[in-house]
């Protein structure tokens, strides 16, 4: 037990990372990294905050702040988590402040956990030219270790990011970086390959995910160089996360998107949204009839046609909300996820559809745009139902589905949520949105800001948000030939 949670305590810095803002730049092109960009001015002030599991289960939670004060940089770092020791749940915790140069070399730290020790440990550092001297306090006594550096620069995982970016990485080309081990009181030779390059769909935009192995850890970092997404040999796993979230003891359903699949696609479409049908071809994934039952999808056998409802149309077939027709009860109630109940959403749906003249395509364009407008965009691990999201303002395209769903129901408008494939810049995508009733149903997609949604919106799945978000596993073998375009 022992050594697990000493690999965890080392494993564990990598963390760090998570604090150099460095901005990341590049033209994706699908197969090879164009640029790395690095610091264009000191960062200010900020805090991070990660989730911590341990495969579904929750098991803590880390905070980082840093700071430039002068020519040094600030960095303060606090980890918190539960494991089993003895038979008995334990809270371990580490703590740390570190003072660095502008070019991330180490010049002090303060450090203490209970990782090692139950009684805790304290250990501070100075380092020179010449080496490090260690100062280490105990309840029962205090010692001092000196360590040569042979005068070169020296690591903390804290600084990984930045020194990634000084070696200006290029994929599959292993390097060496000496990090310091505190615990052990030794510097390391730690191997960094840059593994992969992934496109993530954001909004409207396709950004870039760097996959970095380091030593037996992988980091996800994003364009801005934060560390989105760490995974330990030890079987921990940080995730980027809000406060609330990440201070949240209860377990969540993760959605991992940096594991989502993508496909190239055999043909380009110039302008998507100014198609009115595409044909195409789908094996490698079981289609499910009754989805496209009333909806703008013909099926035959595995070939999908996909029309565009014109604006013109939709108005003919606009009702006054609410709806009060029979069969579509399930589509106006609230769920796990969609909390159309919940009374600030559920009064502001009913003031939304008012103020709207209680038109259903108005309120469908309004709230289009509207959620469009709201939520910041950005991508996030945990899955969240409507409340939680109108606490953070904040998501992707899952968030403004389940928001808009929130919205609609509450107000009367039939809505159900669909996930497929979406067509962008040359790739498909996994991607969700919400489709909403007009003697049919009609998609809309309030991440995209398109209502109609164009033809290259594939739908595959219909249900609650955890039930769309299941097929990601199955996608991995799809296969998408265009047939025809028009």
Known sequence: MTKTIKIINLSVFCIWAVLISIL??????????????????????????????????KAGFSKTDF??????IIIKYELQVKVKKNEKETVLFEKLKCLTTMNYAIKSFEYTSNFKDEKGIKVSGEADKDGILFFLGSADKRTTHQLSTDGNDFYLPITLIPVIYQKNPTPNTPFLIKMLDIINFSINDVQVVLEEIKPIKVGINILSL??????????????????VKQKLSTGLT????????????????????????????????ADPEKLTSLKLKVTGFSLDQRLYKSSLVNIKNNILTIKKEELEDIKKKTYTLPYKKDGLHSYLAPDRWVLSDYKPLQNTGRIYAESNNNDALQLTSYLTSYLYNLLRTMPVFAVSDS??????????????????????????????????????????????????????????????YQFPADVTHIPLKEGRLDEIISIIDDLKGIEIEILETS
């Open 24 to 57: 990341l730049y590049k033209n994706y092109k699908g197969d090879s990294l164009e640029r790395i960009e690095g610091l264009s001015e000191a960062f200010s002030k900020n805090t991070y905050w990660y989730d911590i599991y341990v495969g579904t289960k």
């Open 210 to 227: 760097y996959k970095f192995r380091v030593g037996d850890s992988i980091f996800w970092i994003n364009e801005k160089g934060i560390v």
């Open 387 to 448: 409340k939680d999201i109108l606490k953070s303002l904040s998501g992707n395209y899952l968030e403004r589905s389940v928001m808009y769903a929130s919205y609609t129901r509450a107000a009367g408008l039939p809505t159900r949520l669909v996930s497929g494939l979406v067509y962008r810049n040359g790739y498909f995508y996994f991607h969700a949105w919400p489709e909403v009733w007009f003697d049919k149903w009609i998609p809309v997609d309030p991440a995209f």
């Open 67 to 72: 700071e430039k004060a002068g020519d040094e």
């Open 238 to 269: 940080f995730y980027a996360e809000t406060e609330y979230i990440a201070k949240d003891p209860a377990d969540r359903v993760v959605f991992d998107y940096t594991s989502l699949p993508y496909f190239k696609s055999k043909q380009a479409i």
